[in-house]
Every structure is written in structure tokens, then in C-alpha cells.
């Protein structure tokens, strides 16, 4: 008979779960694995509320185990460390992201881009190795294999950093695979939200001109005063959307609702490339003309490797990006599930984890 998630391992682990697809989410008991030989258990600070999470609580992408417990933007403690681990110790600032472990025998893994891994395990809603399934971060503790845990860096704070562990590479890593890196080069962020507002301060700190793209126009004012964005596009002005027709060089498209993509190809240089970070539940209609005529690539990127991850983290440190973040308390996730799905957050929520998780 199988055991409940409360007896499947011996250390005691409490957080916030949904039970099924109404996405609601309430107190859960668990457990977690021993910390391994080459494991750190690590003590939850804050977790960013990635719009994946609302995605999986809901069951909108068809996959999810319930009940599940969110969350794979952490910042923590590291509290124990097996006899094996290297690279931390008792009282380090760490991070987790998207992933805590991979077979490391793949191409892939081989490359770093354990992200694309075949036997990738995600922080939630996975199965380990051992079989049992994995639990993300809306907790109080978590244990993960040091490989897979990231040094934080000291001078990014623990709270507005948390969401780097996804919005952040989740923009950087195709930023460098696709080289849209070189200073002057004319960058287009579709969609303001989580990942763009992430996307425009990285973009400036590569040296780019960034226009935010978006359908609304009361955000002009906050891309262009308070992220520092270039320009700002009204992708419903039909006027304004012809006069920038053939300005771009790339576009990162962050959007995560169903969006038609020819308006925003139509805005691309001879080869440019549109890159899709953002995950609409159903396909998108990709017209082939202006592909062709205009030898423009359309293309996508799932987060990023552990390698990528920690030289995003130190470039974000080195540069001073974080997210803008609203901080709250474990107890108001269901309302800010609520208003995550509204849009209605500037620009991440991150639970107060440390200080708001009481049984």
C-alpha cells in the first residue's frame, strides 16, 4: 500500500497545496527525502509566484499530479549538507529554480542544458528517482542535490531576486543563444508583465534599444519612467504598429495567452528573429510569407541550464536587476492566484515564506 505524502520520508515538511483542478490551494503536510550524501536541505525564505504555478494549480496545461505544491523560484538557507557536497555550507544564501535533477549522462547534460534533459526532474509536480513525486517551494524546507542548487549572491536581495530563478533566465538564456546581445542592437519585448519587465532591465544591460509592445496603453508610462525602456508600442494602434514595420531586430515574446504572431513579425528587420518564452494553452497560427520574404526565424527557449542560471544570477548582481515585486503572506496565495490570472500584480508576487508559513 502506498504510503501518504506525510509518511513518505522522514523529515516533516509543511506548505500549501492545491487538491485538484479548482486550483484553491490550503495547508499540507509532507515529508521530505534524508538529506543524501550529496544533498543540502535548505530552509525556504521566499518563493516567487511564477504565472506556471497558476497554470499547474489549475491543471490548464493537462499534466498535473494533485495535490501539488507550487513553486521553483526559492531563496534559502542552507541548514544541513551531506558528507559529499562541495560547493555549500551550513548558513549559505542558495537558490532553486525550475529543476532539481537531470540523468547527467545525455547530450545535454553533457552541454550544461540540463533544462532540456529527457529525464530533467522539475522542483514540482515530478517524480523523483526514487519514485516519489517532488514538491515545490510554496513550503517550509526542500532538499535537493547540490548540483542543482545555485549560490546566491549577496548583494541581490533575497526577496526581489527570488523570481530570477525563472523570469530571469528564462529571458536570458535565449537573449545569449540567439545573440541578441549586441549593444545598439533595437530589442522588442512583447507583453509587460513577469518575464518582459525582467526582460527590458536585462536588455538595457546588455546595452540594446528596448521598446516594450503591448496592447496596453496605460503601461507607456511605467515601461518607459520606471524600467527604463525605450519606446513604447500600442500593438491595437493599427497607425502606430505600420510606422514600426521593419525597426527590429529581435522580439522576445512573453506573452502566455493565445496572440496572433504576424503583427509582430511584420515589425522585424531582414533577419530578425522572434523568439516565444510565454506558453499559451493552445497553438498559435504562424504565417510562413513573411518568413520567407523577409528570411526572418521564429523561435523558442525553455529556461536555462544550472551553468546559465548562476551567470545570470551574478550578472543581474553585477548589474542591479531584480523584479518588482509585491511581498505577501503564505495565507493571501489564493487571492493572488486570483489576481495573477487578472494580470493584476507589478510585476511578481513572492511569498514571504519564512515569516508567513505557520501550521
Same mark, same amino acid.
Request: with cysteine.
Given at each position: 500500500?502506498?504510503?501518504?505524502?506525510?509518511?513518505?520520508?522522514?523529515?516533516?515538511?509543511?506548505?500549501?497545496?492545491?487538491?485538484?483542478?479548482?486550483? !484553491?490551494?490550503?495547508?499540507?503536510?509532507?515529508? &521530505?527525502?534524508? *538529506?543524501?550524501?550529496?544533498?543540502?536541505?535548505?530552509?525556504?525564505?521566499?518563493?516567487?509566484?511564477? #504565472?506556471?504555478?497558476?497554470?499547474?494549480?489549475?491543471?490548464?496545461? @493537462?499534466? +498535473?499530479? %494533485?495535490?501539488?505544491?507550487?513553486? #521553483?523560484?526559492?531563496?534559502?538557507?542552507?541548514?544541513?549538507?551531506?558528507?559529499?557536497?562541495?560547493?555549500?555550507?551550513?548558513?549559505?544564501?542558495?537558490? =532553486?529554480?525550475?529543476? =532539481?535533477?537531470?540523468? $547527467? &549522462?545525455?547530450?545535454?547534460?553533457?552541454?550544461?542544458?540540463?533544462?532540456?534533459?529527457?529525464?530533467?526532474?522539475?522542483? %514540482?509536480?515530478?517524480?523523483?528517482?526514487?519514485? *516519489?513525486?517532488?514538491? @515545490?517551494?510554496?513550503?517550509?524546507? =526542500?532538499?535537493?542535490?547540490?548540483? %542543482?542548487?545555485?549560490?546566491?549572491?549577496?548583494?541581490? /536581495? /533575497?526577496?526581489?531576486?527570488?523570481?530570477?530563478?525563472?523570469?530571469?533566465?528564462?529571458? %536570458?538564456?535565449?537573449?545569449?543563444?540567439?545573440?541578441? +546581445?549586441?549593444? @545598439?542592437?533595437?530589442?522588442?519585448?512583447?507583453?509587460?508583465?513577469?518575464?518582459?519587465?525582467?526582460?527590458? $532591465?536585462?536588455?538595457?544591460?546588455?546595452?540594446?534599444?528596448? *521598446?516594450?509592445?503591448?496592447?496596453?496603453? $496605460?503601461?507607456?508610462?511605467?515601461?518607459?519612467?520606471? !524600467?527604463?525602456?525605450?519606446?513604447?508600442?500600442?500593438?491595437?494602434?493599427?497607425?502606430?504598429?505600420?510606422?514600426?514595420?521593419?525597426?527590429?531586430?529581435?522580439?522576445?515574446?512573453?506573452?502566455?495567452?493565445?496572440?496572433?504572431?504576424?503583427?509582430?513579425?511584420?515589425?522585424?528587420?531582414?533577419? @530578425?528573429?522572434?523568439?516565444?518564452?510565454?506558453?499559451?494553452?493552445?497553438?498559435?497560427?504562424?504565417?510562413?510569407?513573411? !518568413?520567407? !520574404?523577409? &528570411?526572418?526565424?521564429?523561435?523558442?527557449?525553455?529556461?536555462?541550464?544550472?551553468?546559465?542560471?548562476?551567470?545570470?544570477?551574478?550578472?543581474?548582481? $553585477?548589474?542591479?536587476?531584480?523584479?518588482?515585486?509585491?511581498?505577501?503572506?503564505?495565507?493571501?496565495?489564493? *487571492?493572488?492566484?486570483?489576481?495573477?490570472?487578472?494580470?493584476?500584480?507589478?510585476?511578481?508576487?513572492?511569498?514571504?515564506?519564512?515569516?508567513?508559513?505557520?501550521?
Amino acid at each position: 500500500m502506498a504510503k501518504s505524502p506525510e509518511e513518505e520520508h522522514p523529515q516533516k515538511a509543511f506548505g500549501w497545496a492545491a487538491k485538484d483542478s479548482s486550483g !484553491l490551494l490550503s495547508p499540507f503536510h509532507f515529508s &521530505r527525502r534524508e *538529506t543524501g550524501d550529496g544533498d543540502v536541505t535548505i530552509k525556504i525564505l521566499y518563493c516567487g509566484v511564477c #504565472h506556471s504555478d497558476l497554470h499547474n494549480v489549475k491543471n490548464e496545461w @493537462g499534466f +498535473t499530479m %494533485y495535490p501539488v505544491v507550487p513553486g #521553483h523560484e526559492i531563496v534559502g538557507t542552507v541548514t544541513k549538507t551531506g558528507k559529499n557536497v562541495k560547493k555549500f555550507k551550513v548558513g549559505d544564501r542558495v537558490g =532553486v529554480g525550475v529543476l =532539481v535533477d537531470s540523468c $547527467k &549522462r545525455c547530450e545535454s547534460c553533457q552541454q550544461d542544458l540540463e533544462n532540456y534533459c529527457p529525464q530533467m526532474i522539475l522542483t %514540482y509536480n515530478s517524480y523523483s528517482q526514487d519514485g *516519489t513525486k517532488t514538491y @515545490g517551494g510554496y513550503s517550509d524546507i =526542500v532538499v535537493v542535490d547540490e548540483h %542543482y542548487v545555485l549560490r546566491f549572491p549577496e548583494n541581490l /536581495p /533575497p526577496d526581489a531576486g527570488a523570481p530570477l530563478l525563472c523570469a530571469g533566465i528564462t529571458v %536570458y538564456s535565449p537573449m545569449k543563444y540567439y545573440g541578441m +546581445t549586441e549593444p @545598439g542592437k533595437h530589442l522588442g519585448v512583447a507583453g509587460l508583465g513577469g518575464l518582459g519587465h525582467v526582460a527590458v $532591465k536585462i536588455g538595457k544591460a546588455f546595452g540594446l534599444k528596448v *521598446t516594450v509592445i503591448s496592447t496596453s496603453p $496605460k503601461k507607456e508610462e511605467e515601461a518607459i519612467d520606471r !524600467l527604463g525602456a525605450d519606446s513604447f508600442l500600442v500593438s491595437s494602434n493599427p497607425a502606430k504598429m505600420k510606422a514600426a514595420i521593419n525597426t527590429m531586430d529581435f522580439i522576445i515574446d512573453t506573452v502566455s495567452a493565445v496572440h496572433p504572431l504576424a503583427p509582430l513579425i511584420s515589425l522585424l528587420k531582414l533577419n @530578425g528573429k522572434l523568439i516565444t518564452v510565454g506558453l499559451p494553452e493552445k497553438p498559435l497560427e504562424l504565417p510562413i510569407f513573411p !518568413l520567407v !520574404l523577409g &528570411r526572418k526565424l521564429v523561435g523558442g527557449s525553455d529556461v536555462g541550464g544550472i551553468k546559465e542560471t548562476q551567470e545570470m544570477l551574478d550578472f543581474c548582481a $553585477k548589474h542591479g536587476i531584480t523584479a518588482d515585486i509585491e511581498l505577501i503572506k503564505m495565507g493571501d496565495i489564493n *487571492t493572488a492566484m486570483e489576481r495573477l490570472a487578472k494580470s493584476d500584480v507589478k510585476y511578481r508576487f513572492v511569498i514571504d515564506v519564512a515569516n508567513s508559513l505557520s501550521q
